[in-house]
């Protein structure tokens, strides 16, 4: 009976210890604990937050990055080409 308890109480303060240490949020660290250790058993300690924290890593890496804002987006860029050239010609 107590080792059940223990062992639930363990469900909760580990994830409160370990949130503060990495970048997932509590819930998401609760629910891979349950989960790994109701998929691995034991080792699932580990694993389950290993196996969330690679998903969540996965689902990063192919975000797309936001483009940097420009310094001023009404200024006009400098005219190129052959009707610039034929506006202002060479003095030579």
């Known amino acids: 009976m107590g080792v059940g308890i223990l062992a639930q109480v363990d469900n909760v303060v ?3 210890l370990l949130s503060g240490k990495s970048q997932m949020s509590t819930l998401v660290l609760i629910i891979s604990l349950m989960g790994g250790v109701s998929a691995f058993g034991f080792i699932g300690i580990v694993l389950g937050p290993l196996v969330a924290a690679l998903v969540t890593a996965l689902f990063d890496s192919y975000e797309e990055p936001v483009p940097a804002p420009t310094a001023d ?3 006009e860029a ?3 080409g052959p009707a610039a050239t034929a506006e202002n010609p060479k003095k030579t």
């Open 78 to 80: 400098p005219a190129t």
């Open 14 to 16: 580990r994830p409160l």
């Open 73 to 75: 987006p009404t200024a």
